[in-house]
């Protein structure tokens, strides 16, 4: 089955630990976007990618970093200069333009 | 102007009963408008999208409700069974460099009592 696959789903980091979210997709889609959700509030955009070696920033991407060397793949680092890491992560991607974005299921990561 | 206010914060229905959802938007530059439905641990799925150049687009019990002068959008659940229990959010998307970016409400956490 086609689909965006997000692993872990539960991830735990230590003070001054750099920690990997994984985003696989199989969907043949050209952009990927990650986003970061706080309770009670809405997704905000952290990274995206239209095509593959290219990235652009969000609206919150100071204490994160990206890359993406394959079209599946959408790794994001949360690095230790993120000083409120605790959040649930979603990984989403689209064909076009015109298409709506789908999302994966989400890591939930936690401060030891 | 990049914001997307949604309300009710949470809503309760009875079975049956006709759920409804709004969002205001202020950017008169986004040209999509879609609604997603989430479920706990899950990612959010799209339930059901809008453009500006229509004003209500309806798919089974959902109905989207659109006013373009107000820059106002309403979600309507027809028949709102205890299934669709789960927070729903708004967005409103626009292209930038040929990149399209959604900005989302704060959600709506629907109840439905059986």
């Known amino acids: 089955d086609g689909g965006i696959t997000q692993s872990p789903k539960y991830l735990f980091r230590k003070e001054g630990q750099n920690v990997t979210l994984s985003c696989e997709q199989n969907?043949?889609?050209?952009?990927m976007y990650w986003y970061r959700q706080d309770p009670g509030q809405g997704l905000r955009l952290i990274y995206y990618s239209q095509i593959v070696n290219d990235f652009q920033k969000g609206d919150i991407a100071e204490g994160y970093s990206v890359s993406r060397e394959k079209k599946e793949s959408f790794p994001l680092t949360v690095t230790s200069a993120q000083k409120n890491p605790t959040a649930f992560y979603l990984c989403?991607?689209?064909?076009?333009?015109?298409?709506?974005?789908?999302f994966g299921d989400g890591t939930r990561l936690s401060i030891l | 102007q990049q914001q997307v206010k949604q309300s009710p914060q949470s809503l309760i229905v009875q079975k049956g009963g006709i759920s409804i959802i709004n969002c205001a938007y202020e950017n008169t530059a986004f040209d999509y408008f879609p609604w997603y439905q989430q479920f706990p641990g899950k990612g959010p799925a799209l339930l059901i999208a809008?453009?500006?150049?229509?004003s209500e687009k309806k798919e089974g019990r959902f109905t989207i409700s659109f006013n373009k002068s107000a820059k106002q959008f309403s979600l309507h659940i027809m028949d709102s069974q205890p299934g669709d229990s789960a927070t729903y959010f708004c967005?409103?998307?626009?292209?930038?460099?040929?990149?399209?970016?959604?900005?989302f409400g704060q959600g709506t956490r629907l109840t439905i009592n059986p």
């Open positions: 967005a409103a998307s626009k292209v930038i460099q040929g990149a399209q970016k959604l900005v």
């Open positions: 969907l043949n889609h050209d952009a």
């Open positions: 809008i453009r500006p150049d229509v």
């Open positions: 989403a991607s689209k064909r076009t333009v015109n298409q709506p974005q789908h």
